[in-house]
T-cell receptor, first 118, second 113 residues
Framework: GAVVSQHPSRVICKSGTSVKIECRSLDFQATTMFWYRQFPKQSLMLMAT?????????EQGVEKDKFLINHASLTLSTLTVTSAHPEDSSFYIC??????????????FGSGTRLTVV | AQSVTQLDSQVPVFEEAPVELRCNYSSSVSVYLFWYVQYPNQGLQLLLKYLSGSTLVKGINGFEAEFNKSQTSFHLRKPSVHISDTAEYFC???????????FGAGTRLTVKP
């Protein structure tokens, strides 16, 4: 089936530094990928929609200059948390929509990245 | 815009008992509906989905869900749960013709021996 690989699974960084998270579709092409943020014991909140070859679409309240998204190819989207602060600590999950029929109008999710800013 | 309400934040149940996790949605258009399971520190795994056709949908791990358009519900059921079913379960909705998937707040299912 469709697989989305997300790396790293865990990262600890110092306050003020930047962190890049990668999301790859391994066996299908994803023109659209999605980035979510999940706080402890809460649901997923859509941060932005990443479109291959064009600018990402951010949800209201998400700082586009802080959460930089690049979707340079049909299989890779990256989320960079710039000048990270402790309040950015969270679980970040990406997903991609598989139009080939395997996912069937659903999304395939990465395994998530636990970001801790100290 | 669509929205999803999961009526129970926590559901404790004994092993081998039946369980129902409730989900209601609202949307002005036709929708696709999904149930996902999340184990600790992992991404989401698709349990089942409703796209069209039969309102009773069977998924993996013995789960099933029924789409009820009049009640705008998509409740998840399993006749006999196992300890390994302990996890967080998310109901999700997507408007047909749209790209955005919206999630409910999640239901924590805890299966006790």
């Amino acid at each position: 089936g469709a697989v989305v690989s997300q790396h790293p699974s865990r990262v600890i960084c110092k306050s003020g530094t930047s962190v890049k998270i990668e999301c790859r579709s391994l066996d299908f092409q994803a023109t659209t990928m999605f980035w979510y943020r999940q706080f402890p014991k809460q649901s997923l909140m859509l941060m932005a929609t990443s479109n291959e070859g064009s600018k990402a679409t951010y949800e209201q309240g998400v700082e586009k200059d802080k959460f930089l998204i690049n979707h340079a190819s049909l299989t890779l989207s990256t989320l960079t948390v710039t000048s990270a602060h402790p309040e950015d600590s969270s679980f970040y999950i990406c997903s991609a929509r598989d139009h080939s029929g395997q996912g069937g109008y659903g999304y395939t999710f990465g395994s998530g990245t636990r970001l801790t800013v100290v | 815009a669509q929205s999803v309400t999961q009526l129970d934040s926590q559901v404790p149940v004994f092993e081998e008992a039946p369980v129902e996790l409730r989900c209601n949605y609202s949307s002005s258009v036709s929708v696709y509906l999904f149930w996902y399971v999340q184990y600790p520190n992992q991404g989401l795994q698709l349990l089942l989905k409703y796209l069209s056709g039969s309102t009773l949908v069977k998924g993996i791990n013995g789960f099933e869900a029924e789409f009820n358009k009049s009640q705008t519900s998509f409740h998840l059921r399993k006749p006999s749960v196992h300890i390994s079913d302990t996890a967080e379960y998310f109901c999700a909705v997507m408007d047909q013709g749209d790209n955005d998937m919206r999630f409910g707040a999640g239901t924590r299912l805890t299966v006790k021996p």
